[in-house]
């Protein structure tokens, strides 16, 4: 099993490749390798030179693939023929029909020697001893099905009244494992402010729960959400993750540049959104290639995942892929300046822009009849949208008052003044006013909740 990065020749190579880079292009020929045993590639790479296929530019000789096509084969075709799966999860069907993901016995201890690896490296930088994580996940399996964990893993349920109180009992106990152990926390925006809020109204100092650690994952923290986190537990590490059911593709976010970086173990790319080739800068599609031996039972080779994001040189990893998120394509709205497509908004600066307007009204914490459904700490009730109008484009944003604009219409419209502001200052830059229509329309957090709410 390849894990280590052989470093060996790069004293002679005047211009070595970043660290994470020639990690993956170490493990890619074995990951087309992998990959030509499924029936799956074996057909969809018919005619492509596989072969060449040596270094993370060389990804570009193979196809594309998205959810729609893979879910145009049988499951049992994108599967290895001689491994057996061990955990299944699923996606959450937000964006089509529900995508199911198999891994097998044999990915989960790569993943987990890979981990004991880079335990093992960080002790030997900080000289501190390894400690092995006991994980308290907050995430419910309604999102993301069941996990392939990598360590002693217990689910928690934060968004019921019964849940909170035994979720709380189990975090103040020291006694869930034998020996020295890392306690950390994972949860959605949702869950982790719950649980926090939880604490408060118990009169709990959360020190008392002794966590290293505070990971968010399957939604955008904005900043006014980490930084009532970071108030309500000091000294403890907030680490705020992107990740995808699909693919294991995370990246963490950066708390000196403020952009996501990856983990080495899949190789990501950002592809133009016109001709589909990789992009040094600027706004792409997300694409990611989980590499062997992580993935190995269903292979994903070049999986167009959806998000848009926008690629940045960064100094902390230099060389490396860095992206700012941007949004979801499908509800981004997009439009073509001077034969190219670009982005009009971002709905993910649009929501942060949006967070510092008290005026918004939020998504509650939790659903009718839970803990969290009069917690008005999620997201701002905003949604946009547009449409080509021949040479111009046509920006809507609808927008829910946290006040009856009837009864307070001079504050309703200095709101509609401040969001309209706000898209302008947001729009791509590339797009010329004179093209440019900008709407914003108050509405009620009913209207949102008709929809499909969140």
């Avoid at 570009?60 to 084969?73: F, R």
């Avoid at 690896?117 to 993301?144: D, M, N």
């Avoid at 509650?364 to 999620?378: I, M, N």
Wanted: with cysteine.
């Amino acid at each position: 099993m390849t894990m280590l990065l052989d470093t060996s020749n790069e004293t002679t190579d005047p211009e070595p490749d970043p660290a994470k880079t020639a990690f993956r292009n170490q493990l890619l020929p074995l990951t087309v390798a992998n990959a030509l045993k499924v029936p799956f590639y074996r057909h969809h790479w018919a005619g492509c030179p596989t072969e060449a296929v040596e270094r993370s530019e060389d990804l570009a000789l193979l196809p594309t693939i998205d959810k729609s096509v893979l879910l145009a084969h049988p499951h049992r075709e994108r599967l290895h023929p001689e491994l057996a799966p061990e955990v299944i999860t699923h996606t959450t069907g937000t964006t089509g029909h529900p995508f199911i993901r198999a891994r097998s016995s044999v990915e989960i201890a790569a993943f987990k020697e890979h981990v004991a690896i880079l335990q093992e490296v960080e002790s030997a930088r900080t000289g501190r001893p390894a400690r092995a994580p006991v994980t308290f996940s907050a995430v419910p399996a309604t999102v993301h099905g069941a996990f392939a964990s990598t360590g002693l893993r217990l689910n928690v349920d934060v968004f019921t009244a019964a849940g909170l109180d035994k979720t709380i009992d189990l975090l103040l106990r020291d006694d869930l494992a034998p020996g020295d152990h890392e306690r950390h926390l994972i949860g959605s925006p949702g869950g982790l402010l719950l649980l926090t809020r939880a604490l408060r109204q118990r009169g709990l100092d959360p020190a008392a729960l002794r966590l290293d650690r505070i990971v968010n994952l399957t939604d955008l923290l904005l900043p006014g959400q980490q930084a009532l986190l970071r108030r309500a537990w000091p000294g403890t590490p907030l680490v705020n993750r992107f990740s995808l059911s699909e693919v294991s593709c995370g990246a963490t976010e950066c708390t000196e540049c403020g952009v996501f970086h990856f983990d080495p173990v899949a190789l990501p790319e950002v592809l133009d959104l016109d001709t589909g080739t990789p992009v040094r800068s600027g706004t792409g599609e997300l694409t990611a290639t989980e590499l062997y031996p992580f993935a190995q039972l269903q292979p994903m080779v070049r999986y167009r995942t959806g998000d848009l994001v926008e690629r940045i040189a960064s100094p902390c990893d230099p060389g490396e892929v860095s992206v700012r998120l941007v949004g979801r394509r499908a509800t981004t709205p997009l439009t073509t300046v001077d034969g190219r497509t670009v982005a009009v908004i971002s709905p993910v600066a649009l929501a942060v822009g949006a967070e510092l307007m008290p005026e918004l009204e939020r998504h509650p914490l939790g659903r009718p009849g839970t803990p969290g459904a009069e917690v008005r700490q999620g997201r701002p009730l905003i949604k946009v949208a547009g449409r080509a109008e021949g040479a111009a484009v046509h920006l809507e944003l609808r927008a829910a008052p946290a006040f009856d604009p009837d009864l307070f219409p001079q504050r309703a419209r200095d709101l509609v003044a401040e969001l309209t502001d706000l898209m302008e200052r947001l729009t791509d830059p590339q797009i010329p006013r004179t093209a440019l229509r900008l709407d914003v329309r108050l509405a009620t957090a009913g209207d949102f909740n008709r929809e499909g709410g969140r």
